[in-house]
């Protein structure tokens, strides 16, 4: 059975820094893209970044282009979202995805909360 | 950026009727590769998004048949045959045929 779960969301000031973390079980981690997905509280869905599954290639939002850096490591089967600068709007519950079927994102973790406050 | 446009914002429906939502792109989802990278996931209250349809109209692994996908270019429809209480929850289009990826606001199904 598939299984990402998501770790490092926490408070943190504006302009702060936070990692998170994604730990995939349940397939070969390295054969597959993996993207994060953030959701603001009662809001809708929106893409942050993609890595490829050697973790060569990665595109970015352009709301987190320049803070942001997502990279992986396939011995731990561990994806992650290295966060800088952080801003109000950042706040959001933070979902990893695997890159499925026909690009589809496949099951999800639960999510980690990113909270961004004074 | 591809712009995901979702129809209706809320969908009020009875039990055991059919319900349908719309999904407009602002350009072709058709990707150089030929295929069309349009899917459909559920979000349950309280809970993470699901994976439904994936390329327009293939059932995801564990779905129900009453839930079907159809449609080609920019315009695309997500239908459940008949509604069930467990359907509760907001559907999302996506693009992946671009980036950056994009999805739909998002519609909520709640009963009537």
């Known amino acids: 059975e598939v299984q990402l779960l998501e770790s490092g969301g926490g408070l943190v000031q504006p302009g702060g820094s936070l990692r998170l973390s994604c730990a995939a079980s349940g397939f070969t981690f390295s054969s597959y893209a993996m993207s994060w997905v953030r959701q603001p509280p009662g809001k809708g869905l929106e893409w942050v970044s993609v890595?490829?599954?050697?973790?060569?290639?990665?595109y970015y939002a352009d709301s987190v282009k320049g803070r942001f850096t997502i990279s992986r490591d396939n011995s731990k089967n561990t994806l992650y979202l290295l966060m800088n600068s952080l801003r109000a709007e950042d706040t959001a519950l933070y979902y990893c995805a695997k890159h499925d079927l026909g690009k589809a994102f496949g099951p999800w973790g639960q999510g980690t909360l990113v909270t961004v406050s004074s | 950026d591809i712009v995901m446009t979702q129809t209706p914002l809320s969908s009020p429906v009875t039990l055991g009727q059919p319900a349908s939502i719309s999904c407009r792109s602002s350009q072709s989802l058709v990707h150089s590769d030929g295929n069309t990278y349009l899917s459909w996931l559920q979000q349950r209250p309280g809970q993470p998004p699901r994976l439904l349809i994936y390329?327009?109209?293939n059932r995801f692994s564990g779905v129900p048949d009453r839930f079907s996908g159809s449609g080609a270019g920019t315009d695309f429809t997500l239908k459940i045959s008949r509604v069930e209480a467990e359907d509760v929850g907001v559907y999302y289009c996506m693009q992946a045929t671009q980036f950056p990826l994009t999805f739909g606001g998002g519609t909520k199904v709640e009963i009537k």
């Open positions: 890595i490829g599954g050697s973790g060569s290639g990665t």
């Open positions: 390329k327009i109209s």
